[in-house]
Each structure stands twice: as C-alpha cells, then as structure tokens.
C-alpha cells in the first residue's frame, strides 16, 4: 500500500509541446503530494506540491492536476523547453511532522529544440 | 545557506573496503534522510531521523550498512564491507519539521555522493 506508480519512464517532447506524466498511488492516508525534478549530477529538488483537498494546482508552466477517486495525479508541463530536460520524480506521503516520502520510478524527460 | 552538505562527492573503491559517507543538514532542520539512487531500482529511503534518533531503516539492504546522527549538524552512512553492487548515488536529504515549518514535507537534498565499488 505504500507504493507509488508512475508512467511513462522515459519522455520525449518537441519544444513547445506540452508534457503529460502520470501517478497512481494505493494508501488512502496519503495527503500530500509533491514533485520533484531532478538534473543530472543533482539532487532532486521540490517543484511543485498539491493537497488532495484541490483538483487543480498551478505554478507558471507547471500544473499538478488530482483526481481522488482514481488515486491519481499528474504533472503537466505548457511549452515545454529544453531547459525541462531532467527527470521527473512524484511523491506521496503522509502530512505529519516526520512522515517519510514515497517517490515513484521516475519519467526521464527529453525537450528537443 | 549553503544547502545540504555532502562528502566526498564522488568516492572509488576496492570492493571489502570501508566506506564512510558524510552529510551536514541544514541548520535548523530536524529530521534527515538516506536514499539511494540507481538506475535499476530509483531512488530508495534507506533510513531516516527525527530529532537525530533513527525512525524506519527498514530500507537499509544489510547488516552491512549503517547509519548514524550523532548530532543535529551531522550524519554518517556506513558500508561495511563494500561490495560492486553498492555502486550507486547516495543522497542525504534534511527538512524542517513542526516549528517554523507551515505546510508540505519538502525534503532539500544534497548534492549526492557518487560511489564506484570496484
């Protein structure tokens, strides 16, 4: 029940175009919801977050839309740039002082120019 | 602030060797975590710390690796004996809990340690 699914593995998107990665996760307690993006000889760094209270969230190009129902939550990247290029981590976890993340297996994204 | 410190940055061994990873966490941050970053397996919780006491190493692979906090400003990450298969990016990772700290679980990650076992 602690795991978090995310598809597609690997991304590759023609500048301008808009990028689409999706998570699914399996505990119910779960009430927050990050992603991270990830460079390469970098750690992972927060990007945007959502609570399971709002379907929608969005910071500049960036949105994390949240269906509760379905246990699922997206990234959406507008006029994708290169300079997106990295990978994409979502994440899952309890909103309590201590609680750990779950992070899902990543989605290497590739912007072409 | 100078963000999560990790060292070394980039560590080759011999496999059987002693390994010592170091982190510093930022200043006022309360717990801190230990994953692991590979190709095959993602990126991996292998313990964690509130308050410099460990709470859930249940993601440590071995008996050969271990963990410590001896103080708020500082943790190891020990392997004992190295073996080829340990090859991989280590991350420390730290957060402010409770306190100042008004909403979200965001982690700040260091810059990793690469680790060679040869």
């Known amino acids: 029940q602690q795991q978090v699914k995310q598809s597609p593995q690997s991304l590759i998107v023609q500048k301008g175009g808009i990028s689409i990665i999706n998570c699914a996760y399996e505990n119910t307690a779960f009430d927050y919801f990050p992603w991270y993006q990830q460079f390469p000889g970098k750690g992972p760094a927060l990007l945007i977050a959502?609570?399971?209270?709002?379907s929608e969230k969005k910071e500049g190009r960036f949105t994390i839309s949240f269906n509760k129902s379905a246990k699922q939550f997206s990234l959406h990247i507008m006029d994708s740039q290169p300079g997106d290029s990295a990978t994409y981590f979502c994440a899952a976890s309890k909103e309590t002082s201590g609680s750990r993340l779950t992070f899902g297996e990543g989605t290497q994204l590739t912007v072409n120019p | 602030d100078a963000g999560v410190i990790q060292s070394p940055r980039h560590e080759v061994t011999e496999m059987g060797q002693e390994v010592t990873l170091r982190c510093k966490p930022i200043?006022?941050?309360?717990?801190l975590f230990w994953y692991r970053q590979t190709m095959m397996r993602g990126l991996e919780l292998l313990i964690y710390f509130n308050n410099n006491v460990p709470i859930d190493d249940s993601g440590m692979p071995e008996d050969r690796f271990s963990a410590k906090m001896p103080n708020a400003s500082f943790s190891t990450l020990k392997i004992q004996p190295s073996e080829p298969r340990d090859s991989a990016v280590y991350f420390c990772a730290s957060r402010p809990t409770g306190g100042l700290y008004l909403w979200g679980n965001e982690q700040f990650f260091g810059p990793g340690t690469r680790l060679t076992v040869l």
């Open positions: 959502i609570r399971p209270d709002v």
């Open positions: 200043s006022g941050h309360n717990s």
